[in-house]
């Protein structure tokens, strides 16, 4: 909490505080996901991309929201990549006043939506403005479906595609373009590209574990195929009409791929998605390796380690902010008060 004192007065280092705060917590879902629960996450991207722009520059990316798990998948991306600490997305402003996670989340600079439009369009381009001044790689991500899929919702989706004459999704619900077209604008020129995700586990064996959070909690193992497609941002149209139908186009395209991968487990097979890399398989090999499976009982040491290192960080950082403070109040007694 002590952390919120100094961003009046200096942002950049409040941000960096909390960069290590915020790494301690969602640490803990990483922790929890790859070595108490051993979740496999195989990557499908291109691989030069990967190496060359991945973690390395301001993002915002969209994916499907299927899962009970899909809020531990992109945290364990991020810390796979290094930037754990400047994860943000996208929340319900309910979340906001969530005991503990809801602390967390205003501190590390969510973005918080009410679900009324007219009062979100001018919170969102105000807060995406303050997050691209970021000094470090900052990642924001969204749920353009606004609510995980289920059945019901899965039906009221159909039935106002139906009323729009949109094309009707068999695995995903309808984006919600306003909040999509809305976040662009402040964007362009500051975030280089859109980190398009298409998430998908196999449940059709009997062996495989459906991920729910409860076999999350017990420990079993689960695999998870993530295809991510970088796209330049400024290859996005600049009229919100187009801008609508893109974020359409990438949910009918996500909506093939996931019928393949039901159908063959693979991504491209019956999907007609059309890549350059398709053919050339070694450029979607993973790019993050499978995690070596830790014993579970190392969980706790994981957790004290991680705190031990945070805690350390930040008394460093404040040391170095208390002194140079100690080093202006001399200057000012003694140079400026003459």
């Known amino acids: 909490m002590g ?5 009046p007065f200096n942002v950049h280092l409040f ?17 929890l996901a790859e070595r108490w629960a051993s979740i496999e996450i195989i990557i499908y991207a291109d691989k030069q991309q990967y190496d060359k722009y991945f973690g390395k520059e301001h993002a915002f990316s969209i994916s499907n929201h299927t899962y009970e798990i899909d809020w531990f998948l992109v945290p364990l991306l991020t810390e796979n990549l290094k930037l754990l600490g400047n994860y943000k997305c996208f929340a319900k402003k309910a979340l906001r006043f969530a005991p503990a996670l809801g602390w967390v989340l205003s501190l590390s600079e969510n973005v918080f939506l ?9 919170e969102i381009q105000r807060q995406v403005t303050r997050l ?7 990642w924001l991500h969204m749920y353009p479906e606004g609510t995980r899929f289920t059945p019901t919702k899965h039906k009221a989706s159909i039935e106002f595609a139906k ?8 695995h995903h619900l309808q984006p919600r373009t306003k909040g999509f077209v809305t976040s662009l604008p402040p ?12 998430v998908a586990f196999k449940t059709d064996n009997p062996e495989d574990h459906k991920p729910t959070i409860i076999n999350l909690i017990q420990g079993k193992s689960l695999t998870c195929h993530i295809f991510i497609d970088r796209i330049p941002l400024e290859s996005i149209p600049d009229n919100e009409s187009e801008q609508e139908q893109f974020i359409r186009d990438l949910f009918i395209k996500k909506d093939k791929m996931k019928e393949s991968f039901i159908q063959t487990g693979d991504f491209f097979k019956l999907s007609e998605v059309k890549d350059t890399n398709h ?3 070694k450029n979607y090999l993973p790019s993050i390796e499978p995690n070596i499976l830790v014993s579970k009982y190392t969980l706790s040491y994981d957790l004290l380690l991680s705190n031990e290192f945070t805690l350390w960080r930040i008394k460093i950082r404040f040391y170095k902010y208390r002194i140079f403070s100690s ?11 003459v």
Not at 132 to 138: F, G, R
Not at 163 to 170: F, G, H, I, R, S
Not at 188 to 198: Q, V
Not at 327 to 337: A, S, T, V
Request: a positive charge.
């Open 3 to 7: 952390s919120i004192e100094i961003k």
């Open 15 to 31: 941000r960096s505080i909390n960069y290590y705060l915020v790494y301690g917590l969602y640490g803990q879902l990483a922790f």
């Open 114 to 122: 009410e679900r009324s439009f007219e009062k979100d369009r001018i």
């Open 132 to 138: 691209l001044d970021y000094k470090s790689p900052m």
């Open 163 to 170: 009323e729009k004459n949109l094309e009707q999704l068999k």
């Open 187 to 198: 964007m362009k020129g500051k975030i280089p590209a859109i980190y398009d995700f298409l």
């Open 279 to 281: 053919s050339k398989r």
């Open 327 to 337: 080093i202006l109040h001399n200057y000012k007694q003694n140079y400026c008060n």
